[in-house]
């Protein structure tokens, strides 16, 4: 195992000690972050393995729950069967091999493109805007990246029974974050969002969009958000049964498991046209319509539902107060949640069928390794429990 830089020159060979602290931490047989994973990473190092020529490449990623990983580098050649470190995560892919679901995730203040300009629209007013802006052409999954940027900005990635919100609160929260991103130059969000979607509030933004002078001669479009229980192909089915079509393309994370919070676009579909109807949409499956946390699909949400339920046993019961959360952009399929309680730490893998889960070491714990749900919340009370009574 070398340390190399970008352009794959070697700095030099791990010592054997080196190499078999990463080979236990990798395989999860020690929790001890080795410190040379830290370094390589603050120095902007890859590392290279010498089990098989070319030699396969890895970077360090930091995960949210602030643990080191090491991933294959995506256009790296495959590590020789045996090598412990054949496990590395690909980026972008868990193990489970399944393809990514990540979109990047937007910094509040930044404009985000939608709908591409009609041509010959924006003459005259272009130079003053660089196409860095966002005025530009829209980027694959905008608008899903703005609904989870927005939900991730209003907290909804992680649930405490000690501090429930209510389903008011909720969308307050989701107003509140989305006057923290742009639209266009001059027009926040949250002035062109409405928290309901039937066919009033449609006519309602179609009104605002035609009167609201800042989009200046920049195409117009606003955003109607809100929770539905059912969705055809090209229409949003309310729960009145009425029905309304959109004319975009859908974006969506994870699956089309109901309820599932939608973000929709209201535009024109021609220059000049002043006739607005629903756009693009985005849907996020979530846990139901009274609480906007993210689930992956329908046995996930009764998985969350599960674990949801023994955290409110711990508050009740037990006064502990824990805190779970799931990073609405990260890698793989959207199982991973971690949960904190006190210094405590515990990242579980909700997966249901993993092959290649994670073996069970002290603070991963992995769905598919206990074979149920029963047997995975006893390992959680065992495990924060034991937890307290050590402090
Ligand atoms: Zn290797």
Redesign the pocket.
């Known amino acids: 195992m070398r340390i190399i830089d970008r352009s794959l020159q070697t700095l030099r060979l791990l010592s054997v000690a080196e190499v078999e602290l990463l080979r236990l931490f990798i395989a999860g047989k020690s929790d001890a972050q080795p410190e040379l994973l830290a370094r390589v990473r603050a120095d902007h190092r890859w590392l290279a393995?010498?089990?098989?020529t070319p030699a396969?490449v890895m970077h360090v990623a930091l995960l949210d729950g602030g643990r080191f990983v090491l991933k294959n580098n995506p256009d790296a050649a495959e590590?020789?069967p045996g090598?412990?470190?054949?496990r590395t995560e690909y980026d972008g892919k868990n193990s489970g091999g399944s393809i990514s679901h990540i979109v990047p995730r937007l910094q509040p203040d930044s404009h985000v493109a939608l709908h591409s300009e009609f041509k010959g629209n924006s003459m005259g007013i272009a130079p003053q805007i660089s196409r860095r802006n966002g005025v530009g052409n829209p980027r694959p999954k905008a608008l899903l990246s703005l609904l989870l940027s927005i939900l991730e900005s209003a907290g909804m990635d992680s649930y405490s029974p000690h501090r429930p919100l209510t389903i008011g609160e909720q969308y307050a929260a989701i107003r509140n974050a989305a006057g923290r991103f742009v639209l266009k130059p001059g027009i926040p969000l949250d002035h062109v969002l409405d928290t309901r979607i039937n066919f009033q509030r449609l006519v309602a933004m179609s009104k605002k969009l035609r009167d609201t002078e800042a989009f200046g001669t920049l195409r117009r479009y606003g955003l109607l958000l809100d929770v539905l229980n059912k969705v055809g192909p090209r229409q949003l089915v309310l729960d009145d049964g009425s029905k309304l079509n959109f004319f975009g393309s859908t974006e969506v994370l994870h699956s089309r498991s109901v309820p599932l919070l939608t973000l929709a676009t209201v535009a024109s579909q021609e220059t000049g046209s002043n006739y607005y109807h629903l756009g693009k949409v985005a849907f996020v499956p979530v846990l139901s319509s009274r609480h906007l946390f993210p689930v992956v699909d329908d046995k996930d949400r009764e998985n969350v539902q599960e674990i949801f339920a023994l955290l409110r046993w711990f508050h009740e019961k037990k006064q502990i107060q824990v805190t779970a959360s799931r990073c609405f952009f990260q890698g793989g399929d959207g199982y991973m949640m971690a949960l904190k309680s006190g210094a405590q730490l515990l990242e579980l893998d909700l997966h249901p069928h993993q092959l290649d889960g994670l073996e069970s070491n002290s603070n991963e714990l992995s769905l598919s390794a206990f074979g149920s749900i029963e047997g995975l919340k006893k390992r959680i009370v065992a495990q924060l429990l034991k937890g307290v009574s050590r402090v």
Not at 49 to 52: A, G, K, N
Not at 83 to 86: L, Q
């Open positions: 393995c010498d089990c098989v396969p590590h020789a090598c412990p470190f054949v």
